[in-house]
């Protein structure tokens, strides 16, 4: 099912892709568009991992340089039946979490220095727990695919103004509406990758930890933390990777239509119930 909607998903990309080439360039400009998304889908399949990490500065850590945030990875994905994920801290003061890689053999798990200060050995072992049950859920390939090609998208926008413009009418319009509806079309990609995971993501860090109080406390501290400052670095195309959104202070028109994520108070209330299940 995971596959199915990994391929679905790329599927709508390139024929998202394709269909804005035509209206730059036509039936030539059909088969450009056509030839980049596949390679940009076989570039972002392989590469997309290590783009994000780099673009957040974050370094791989081994088990001497962060013995405690190594071994609470290592018993997650021991408990979860993963193969175990590399480590890497983001240096950013600002608390924030996501998983990357293309699949659990290819995974990585990236905390930033302001989550290990502000939670304690419980929050972040749920936080991480989330982080790790995207990883057994396929759920990081389609999020570092989408991180790739959704910037790629909305950047066509910007091309159909040099290509479409002019003083024909009929260029003009089609302009503008690529400026209007292109930007949109990486927040529309959020949307269909992160809402329903993320409540996922939560119920099976939850189950796998055996405490579910562990991540609403984490997610309540995130939350109020996230409101006051941005992650450095973070994009609108990134930031459905994360546990919590990086823009989650700002102020955007229909921000709940548009969210990456679901409301903090939503997820918490979620795992209050599965309380009783669990124990």
Known sequence: MEIFKTVFLLTGLTLMMIFVGNLLGGQTGMIIAFIAALGMNFFSYFNSDKLVLKRYNAHEVSRNQAHGLYE???????????PMPKVYIIPDSTPNAFATGRNPSHAAVAVTEGLLELLDKHEIEGVLAHEMSHVKHYDILIGTVAATLAGAIALLAQFGMFFRGGDNRN???????????????ASIIQMAVSRNREY?????????????EWLQSALSKLDMYARSGDLHNATPQTAHMFIINPFSGHNISFKSLFSTHPSTAN????LEILKDQIR
């Open 267 to 270: 997820r918490i209330e979620r």
């Open 171 to 185: 260029n003009m319009i089609v302009s503008l509406v690529l400026m209007l509806v292109m930007p949109l079309a």
């Open 200 to 212: 996922m993501a939560d119920e099976g860090a939850a189950r796998l930890t055996g405490h579910p």
């Open 72 to 82: 609470i990875v290592e018993r997650l994905a021991q408990r979860a039946g993963t």
